[in-house]
C-alpha cells in the first residue's frame, strides 16, 4: 500500500521584515579624491542596538555622517550605492530633513551650545517639532537624567558625564526613530561610562528608539548592543550577535584585551607583526 502524500498547500513563510536602515554598498569621497568608505554594507533592524566598532581611521564617524548628512559640511558624498531608512532613500537630502525623517545624531564630543543652558540645549532639539508636548518630553529627559535638572546655569560648566547626558537628552526631545551615538564614552570615567549605557539600554527598552553606537570600548559596546559589525579601512570585515562578536578569537585580541586565559608575550616586539584572520 502506498503512503499517502499530503498535497494540501503549506503556509507560506512569514516574509523578513525589512530593516529600519539599510545601508547598500556605498563608497564615501571626501574632497572629490579621498575615498574613505570602500563598498560598505549594513543593517539596522527597528527597535535594536547595534553597535559599529573599529579602530581610529576606520570609516566610523564617516558612516554616521553619510546617515545623517553631515558629510556635506565636511566637503564629502556618498559617490556610489544607497541608503535607505524606512524603505526610503536618504542619501544627498539635506540633514534638516533627514532629521525630520527620524534620525539624530549625537556628535563625537558632545557638541552642547556651551554658552547656553540646559534647558535651552533640550528645547533646541526639539526644533522640528511643531507640537504642544515639548514641555512634557522636557520632564521625560529629567527623569532618564535627574542630574540636569539641577544644573540650571551655562552648559559648558557641565562636567563631562553630564554634557554626554545633555547631548542624549538633546537628541531625545526631536522624537527620533533612530540615534546615531558617535563614542559616547569618550572621556568619561569607567564609573560614568557604566552608567551613561546603562541609560542607553534602557532609553532603546522603554521607548522603542533604535540605536547605531560607534564606539571603541567595544566591551561596553557589545554589552547593551544585540549585534555588531568590524570595520577596518572603510569596510565591514566582520558582523555577528554581539554574543559571537565577545567570543571571537581575534575580537578578545584585537578590542577586548586579550584573547581569554591566552596572552601573548610582546618581548620580542620588533618580530611582532599582529595578524587577522578577517583580513
Known sequence: ???????SP??????????????????VVYDDVILVLRGLSMEVPKGAIVALLGANGAGK??????????????DGEVTRGEILFDNERIDGIDPDKIVRRGIFQVMEGRRIVSDMTSLENLRLGAFTRKDNEVSTDIEMVYDYFPRLKERTGLA???SGGEQ???AIGRALMARPKMILMDE???????LLVKEV???IRKINRDLGVTILLVEQNARAALSVASHGYIMEQGKVVLEGTADELRDNEDVKEFYLGGAGDQRKSFKNLKSFKRRKRWL
Open 1 to 7: 500500500m502506498q503512503p499517502m502524500i499530503d498535497t
Open 156 to 158: 559648558g560648566y557641565l
Open 61 to 74: 564617524s564617516t558612516t554616521l555622517k553619510a546617515i545623517s548628512g553631515l558629510l556635506k559640511t565636511e
Open 197 to 199: 549605557f546603562a541609560i
Open 10 to 27: 503549506r503556509p507560506a513563510a512569514a516574509p523578513t521584515p525589512a530593516p529600519l536602515l539599510d545601508i547598500r554598498n556605498i563608497e
Open 164 to 166: 554626554q547626558m545633555l
Open 184 to 190: 559616547p564614552s569618550m572621556g568619561l570615567s569607567p
